[in-house]
């Protein structure tokens, strides 16, 4: 009878300990763009083609992963090389809290391996960045007409090659800002001038959250990189069969498996490191 009552003591410490942990972390302040979609921009970096294919590369792990999380992804802009990579893509990604899991992703990511055109065999290293924004609604971001320069053009693929015979491209100028949009991959003017609406409100967006950010410096210095796509966060060495993510010092082998949109083994750590540091801040030793 007394090892039956120590054994479930026992067990109710462990469950209590459990929910105690549970608690802490439901208490942590919730970013409120977690549950938002998001607009992704990846673009070619330094290393000319092979930058341009690992963005290529890049993007369809991304689109790999979604499928897996059950998002969708819909392509609003993209600008390719003759050789099948790209120097531009911005795609939308929609589901269940996708920002929450995606946010970790901006920055540089840089990639070091033997480009197929390297004939020495010699290492090259390239870089690629992310950009990730929690998209914007009509009423989170206010665009007065006035302030739009809307430029229309015919669309082009690679090397200048036509793609439409009619004026479908658009070009949106934020003139306060001089922030410039170009989407062209649909046949319908209209629908391109309303992704590039989209695209502009996301990037205005950033811009006012990236200034809020600033004045907080020191509390995103606390967490896991400063989201700044200008940040080198992550490097994919195909030769060492390596990827590093350098915020938390993580290293994982078998890239392929990355690479083919098994990210749940990045995002899951980056999260809860993550989450480390806001409790850390909230309760300081």
């Keep these: 009878m007394q090892a039956e009552a120590e054994q479930e003591v026992a067990k109710l410490q462990a469950e ?23 607009i992704m921009e990846i673009r070619a970096g330094a290393g000319g083609d092979e930058s341009a294919l690992f963005a290529a590369e890049l993007f369809r792990a991304y689109s790999r992963f979604a499928e897996a999380q059950r998002w969708q992804l819909n392509v609003m ?14 795609f939308e990604v929609t589901g269940h809290n996708v920002f929450a899991k995606m946010k970790y992703e901006r920055g540089v990511h840089r990639v070091q391996r033997v480009p197929e055109t390297e004939k020495s065999g010699r290492v090259h290293t390239s870089t690629v960045t992310v950009a990730v924004m929690p998209e914007a609604e009509e009423a989170d971001i206010a665009i007065k007409p006035e302030d739009i320069k809307i430029d229309v053009f015919r669309s082009s693929g690679p090397g200048g090659q036509s793609v439409n015979t009619t004026d479908s491209a658009v070009r949106l100028t934020h003139l306060p800002t001089n922030v410039v949009v170009t989407c062209q991959d649909e046949k319908s003017q209209h629908k391109n001038k309303d992704k590039a609406l989209k695209i502009l409100r996301s990037r205005l967006a950033e811009a006012e959250e990236a200034k809020r950010a600033a004045k907080e410096a020191d509390l995103r210095r606390s967490q896991v990189g400063t989201g700044d796509r200008s940040e080198k966060i992550r490097t994919y060495n195909f030769p060492q069969d390596r ?15 990355i690479m083919e949109g098994e990210l749940e083994q990045i995002v899951t750590p980056l999260t809860e490191t993550d989450n480390q540091a806001k409790l850390e801040k909230l309760n300081p030793a």
């Design 77 to 90: 802009h993209s600008s390719r090389t003759g050789i099948g990579g790209f120097k531009e893509i911005i």
């Design 243 to 257: 990827v590093t993510d350098h915020r938390i010092k993580l290293t994982l082998k078998n890239i392929h498996s």
């Design 16 to 38: 209590k300990s459990k929910l105690e942990e549970e608690l802490k972390f439901a208490l942590i302040p919730k970013d409120p763009n977690d549950t938002k979609n998001v």
